[in-house]
């Protein structure tokens, strides 16, 4: 079940990023920083109610908003679980009137398979707001930087 993350949800969620921030996958995120954003995240709960997966919307600006920290517990992948986080920031993005979605991943044929499209030209597609998160927590930018951006048009 998907639904929006609640304070009792930040630590199960910091650790299932932490598995994928290790691997170098995506960004760790410290507590306060999940504690600040949580209206920003949704997560999905297995038939035992545990936290298995979560996903983030991040608005940058008024017609722009960022999936992010999307991470599905590894016994649990395959499963549909993350296309429909993905679909749910999809449709929150869509109800607050955001007209473009876009994403940093590695992810690229599972976020095209949801109607994204690859971005050529990153570094002057987005604004430097976009950039300056990725300049100040991901030890790969600008030099490493291994992932693509896509975006999607929902307006």
């Known amino acids: ?6 304070i009792t949800d930040v630590k199960e969620i910091q650790n299932i990023l932490r598995t994928y921030a290790q691997d170098g996958k995506l960004l ?3 507590l306060g920083e999940l504690y600040t954003y949580l209206r920003d995240t949704f997560v999905f709960e297995d038939h035992t109610g545990r936290v298995v997966a979560c996903c ?6 008024e017609d722009l908003a960022e999936i992010r ?10 499963k549909g679980i993350a296309r429909k986080l993905v679909e749910a920031c999809i449709s929150e993005a869509s109800d607050l009137g955001i007209a473009k979605l876009f994403t940093l991943t590695s992810e690229v044929e599972f976020f095209k398979r949801l109607g994204f499209s690859l971005v050529e030209d990153k ?3 987005f604004p430097q707001k976009v950039w300056q998160e990725c300049a100040s927590k991901c030890t790969k930018y600008p030099d490493h930087c291994d992932e693509s951006a896509l975006v999607l048009d929902i307006a």
């Open 56 to 61: 983030s919307l991040h608005i940058f600006w």
């Open 1 to 6: 079940m998907v639904r929006k993350a609640r």
């Open 69 to 78: 920290s999307l991470a599905v517990k590894k016994p649990n992948q395959k």
């Open 123 to 125: 570094d002057k597609f």
């Open 28 to 30: 760790a995120r410290p």
